[in-house]
């Protein structure tokens, strides 16, 4: 049972992250309530987590954007909606600083872990990216995932912005970051830390590339009450995170921590 548990866990990961598709590639075989998320189908009961694993839904009508927030006018919307020029290296170790409504968070990268991954995160970075970004999806003991901009229309833009895999160097332990994954060279720009020794996502191609050196304690806080994601669970559905952005979120999962601004310190 353990077993099965620590494999659903996993898939979890796989494909609640950058499984995203184009309208076109989505297959409607259900009601868009009614199939995976954008990102993936994953459902928490009880004592384990049973995982569905569909084609994402077709994106659910946009509704009209919420009012342009502070932090959001800061965006450099030029380079958030053009990811083929985010493409700089990043340097050999460096820190990112995450002000976010819980609290302050400081993560190392080191790019010899994964070059790929920490490259894009270092670009993601640069451009703002992160900035007004929620967790959408907390899970006590296993991870906290983030990385669906709050604007569509960037979001489509990186929807097929695809990096090529890393090496699995470091194990997946407790405070690691980490790019989510839809099956080999799918990463794009969903993340996850984990909040314990989850190093059974190393044999699944899940690569480190850095890990939170202070403010982990805020990490842990992150709001979790929502749980696992619709449909089967009471948390946001990504389709409709992915359609319809933080109007969705700010209307309907309201207690969401986010990401004020995210910033190269070091």
């Known amino acids: 049972m353990a077993r099965i548990i620590t494999m659903a866990l996993l898939v979890l990961l796989t494909v609640g992250c950058n ?15 009614e199939k995976a998320a ?3 189908d994953n459902t928490q009961k009880s004592d384990k987590v049973k995982i569905d694993l569909k084609d994402p839904a077709e994106p659910a009508a946009a509704k009209p954007a919420s009012p342009t927030t502070d932090t959001e006018k800061g965006k450099d919307m030029s380079a958030l909606m053009n990811p083929a020029a985010a493409t700089e290296t990043a340097p050999e170790k460096f820190k990112a600083k995450f002000e976010t409504s819980k609290g302050d968070f400081v993560v190392e990268v080191y790019r010899d872990w994964a ?3 920490a490259d894009r995160f270092y670009n993601l970075v640069k451009i703002g990216f992160f900035n007004d970004v ?5 899970l006590s003991g296993f991870v906290a995932q983030f990385g669906i901009n709050g604007d569509p229309e960037v979001m489509k833009a990186w929807r097929e912005a695809k990096i ?3 090496p699995v160097k470091e194990t997946n332990a407790r405070g690691t970051l980490v790019f989510a994954t839809a099956g080999p060279n799918t990463r794009t720009t969903q993340l996850f830390i984990n909040f314990g020794n989850n190093a059974n996502l190393d044999g699944m191609g899940f690569s480190p590339f850095g890990k939170v050196v202070e403010g982990m304690d805020v990490v842990d806080g992150l709001y979790a009450e929502y749980g696992e994601g619709a449909p089967r669970g009471m948390g946001p559905n990504q389709g409709l995170i992915q359609s319809q952005g933080n109007t969705y979120l700010k209307e309907s999962f309201p207690k969401l921590d986010y990401v004020k601004t995210a910033t190269i310190v070091e």
């Open 134 to 138: 929620r967790f959408f999806r907390v």
């Open 115 to 117: 070059p790929q991954g």
């Open 164 to 166: 090529s895999d890393d």
């Open 38 to 40: 954008a990102d993936g």
């Open 19 to 33: 499984n995203t598709k184009t309208p076109e590639q989505a297959k409607a075989d259900s009601p868009a309530q």
